[in-house]
């Protein structure tokens, strides 16, 4: 499971509200939205906060600035 899958179900497994991760995080609730539903990537400081939130912890790589979608 890569990193996006990892958010992706951290975020639908809270049971939380998106507007409720936003105003904790400081993202925008359409932001989450999109991420969560595969419409959008995001960068890698929006993935470090979503990961901090729900008390996830990774390395981030030192290259790419935004996770990109998987191809499989």
């Known amino acids: 499971m890569d990193l996006?899958?990892?958010?992706?179900?951290?975020?639908?497994?809270s049971?939380?509200?998106f507007s409720s991760i936003a105003t904790a995080t400081g993202l925008k609730?359409?932001?989450l939205?999109?991420?969560v539903n595969a419409e959008l990537d995001i960068y890698m400081d929006?993935?470090?906060?979503?990961a901090a939130y729900f008390g996830m912890n990774f390395t981030p790589p030192?290259?790419?600035?935004?996770?990109t979608?998987?191809?499989?």
Request: proline residues 3%.
């Open 33 to 35: 939205s999109r991420f």
């Open 46 to 50: 929006t993935a470090l906060t979503i």
């Open 69 to 72: 979608k998987s191809k499989g």
């Open 15 to 17: 049971g939380m509200s």
């Open 29 to 31: 609730e359409r932001t």
């Open 62 to 67: 030192k290259k790419p600035k935004r996770l």
């Open 4 to 13: 996006n899958d990892q958010l992706r179900r951290a975020i639908r497994k």
